[in-house]
DNA sequence: GCATGTCAAGTTGTG
DNA sequence: CACAACTTGACATGC
């Protein structure tokens, strides 16, 4: 099992800065490229120094932010990296950091936001979508990353309607999306059997996330789940992905989907043990939860030997 | 200095 | 029907 850590750090010095399109949109052409540099120049060095955090405390997986470079496509402040004052430094650092992730073997991913849906009965919506992940697959080929992580979207009130736009547009994907792209099961709408077929079909693989399943049950067991999408990843020759998590409230709160600061040993499928996978850890505390579940684990195996 | 409201975008379920 | 939740913060503003 890799852990992965998810966009940020709680107690290490790595920061990432960000802007909106407001205060962009107030400002003059000129001062607007140059506060953008700055953060994407800022952001650039910062990335890097996440994926050499990451190695020095033992994390085998980190997932990029989405707003690494703010506000980029947006329709009125966008703009590209070319533009940009110091752009020839920032796409050498992202190249230093796809070098560095590589030789250290750190599985870099992107889990864009939730406004990117591509199921979506609204031309638009696919579209601004379509865009985004444009941007995220030119990052994800700027530093090495082999993972857009997305959910299936919206049901619409007719599932199966909303699965097949799904599969066309994926299908219609250009390639440096399409060759990354990835379904994740999620907690109210998508689970693991309804995605199976379109993943197959599509010889897309599929991240399961345990929590989600937990939380939007489906009739197929964690082991089950673990092994049908592990096999989306394998037919591919890929490395399996998966999330956890713990609930907020525990499992018989109110409401569980929330995710706690830690992760409960007991939430680890004991079939994850020793199996060749990456599993991002979806807890707030970030690299604190990670320290903590590698020496628990550690203690697991010690008490199983 | 510090507290507070805002931030491009979608969809769903709750109060 | 408005609003929070979803990986969350971080930033700009006003006191």
């Not at 994407?40 to 990451?54: I, K």
């Not at 599985?107 to 379509?130: G, K, M, T, Y």
């Not at 089950?224 to 591919?236: D, F, P, Q």
């Amino acid at each position: 099992m890799r852990l992965g850590l998810c966009c940020l750090f709680k107690d290490e010095p790595v920061r990432f800065r960000t802007t909106t399109a407001t205060v962009l949109a107030r400002l003059g052409h000129p001062a607007q490229l140059l506060k953008l540099t700055e953060i994407c120049r800022s952001n650039a060095e910062n990335l890097l120094l996440a994926v050499q955090t990451a190695q020095r405390l033992g994390i085998g997986a980190f997932r990029i932010m989405s707003p690494l470079f703010p506000r980029m496509t947006h329709p009125l402040v966008g703009y590209r990296l070319d533009q940009l004052a110091d752009g020839e430094t920032i796409a050498e650092l992202l190249a230093a950091t796809g070098s560095y992730a590589r030789r250290h073997d750190i599985r870099l991913s992107f889990h864009p936001d939730q406004f990117v849906v591509l199921s979506s009965p609204r031309p638009e919506v696919v579209a601004n979508s379509i865009r985004e992940l444009e941007y995220q697959a030119f990052l994800a080929e700027a530093v090495g990353a082999d993972v857009i992580n997305l959910h299936a979207g919206g049901v619409y009130g007719d599932k199966k309607s909303a699965l097949q736009r799904l599969r066309h547009v994926i299908d219609d994907l250009p390639q440096p999306v399409r060759s990354r792209l990835t379904l994740e099961n999620d907690d109210i709408s998508y689970s693991v059997s309804d995605l199976l077929p379109v993943c197959e079909n599509l010889s897309l693989p599929l991240v399961y996330d345990v929590h989600h399943h937990r939380c939007l049950p489906d009739g197929l067991s964690v082991e089950e789940a673990t092994r049908l999408a592990g096999e989306t990843w394998h037919r591919l020759g890929r490395e399996q992905y998966c999330h956890l998590s713990s609930p907020k409230a525990g499992w018989t709160g109110r409401d569980p989907k929330p995710h706690a600061d830690y992760i409960e040993p007991e939430d680890i499928p004991s079939c994850w043990f020793d199996r060749a996978m990456t599993v991002d850890i979806e807890a707030k505390a970030k690299e604190l939860a990670i320290l903590r579940l590698i020496s628990e684990i550690d203690t697991i195996r010690r008490d199983k030997s």
